[in-house]
């Protein structure tokens, strides 16, 4: 089946509702989307920002490589995966994940196989600037981000 | 052969990006590694424990034991930690 595969690497916010209408507009077989947005927290006022870096051109392909396994692994009718880089304030978005299909099973399950690769294999580290204006240092990675991408294999 | 560094990796190393003369005999990843911490002390930091660093040779993942015979631009960044 073909499914429309769009991913971005960018430093501009993402509009969520806009993003689903790409993937539904002039369409009648879609029956289930499944958007997921991660958002930076505040650490209950202790977080000024979070700094993003990225590869550039290696976040873009192992996007899209996440997602166009997501694409052959599960029927779906369109896939969207959009990360920003650069300085992101607490409330901000950081990521956004969308499936579509024709039942929800689908569009849940490749939403989060999107989210639990695009974490442990996609290029990019966080960076904390504490609100007192010192650095927080790199944010370590988490052995449960390893795991929950382990139950996919 | 073109080097780049990432997050910490890059911090320690002082510099995003080099181009370095690999010496014959050094012919994996995890070889590279280990002559780069050989280089003074920001490299010697940057590579201190050289199963935590990443590696990536033309925008691709690779494992410790990969040839680097042929790579365009080899990568070492810490685990990932985006989305």
């Given at each position: 089946m073909d499914c429309p595969v769009t991913v971005r690497v960018q430093a501009e916010d993402f509009d969520l509702a806009a993003e689903v209408a790409a993937l539904t507009r002039?369409?009648?077989?879609?029956?289930a989307v499944v958007t997921f947005a991660g958002l930076c927290r505040g650490e209950a006022g202790t977080l000024a920002a979070l700094e993003l870096e990225h590869y550039p051109g290696m976040a873009e392909e192992e996007m899209g490589r996440v997602a166009r396994q997501a694409a052959e692994r599960w029927p779906l009718q369109g896939v969207t995966a959009i990360h920003r880089h650069g300085r992101i304030a607490p409330g901000e978005n950081i990521v956004l994940v969308v499936t579509a299909s024709a039942h929800r099973a689908a569009a849940f399950a490749a939403a989060e196989f999107l989210m639990d690769y695009l974490k442990t294999e996609a290029p990019f580290w966080k960076k904390e600037h504490r609100a007192d204006g010192t650095s927080g240092g790199w944010v370590e990675a988490k052995e449960a981000d390893d795991r929950a991408k382990e139950r996919w294999t | 052969m073109k080097l780049v560094y990432f997050a910490w990796v890059r911090e320690r190393v002082g510099k995003p990006e080099e181009t370095v003369d690999v010496p014959a005999g050094v012919t994996t990843v995890a070889e590279l590694a280990g002559w780069l911490a050989t280089r003074g002390e920001e490299y010697a930091y940057a590579f201190?424990?050289?199963?935590v660093v990443r590696a990536a040779i033309d925008k691709r993942h690779v494992r410790?034991?990969?040839?680097?015979?042929?790579?365009?631009e080899i990568a070492f960044f810490p685990p990932m930690t985006g989305g």
């Open positions: 002039g369409r009648t077989d879609v029956g | 201190e424990n050289p199963d410790p034991d990969t040839p680097i015979a042929g790579a365009a």
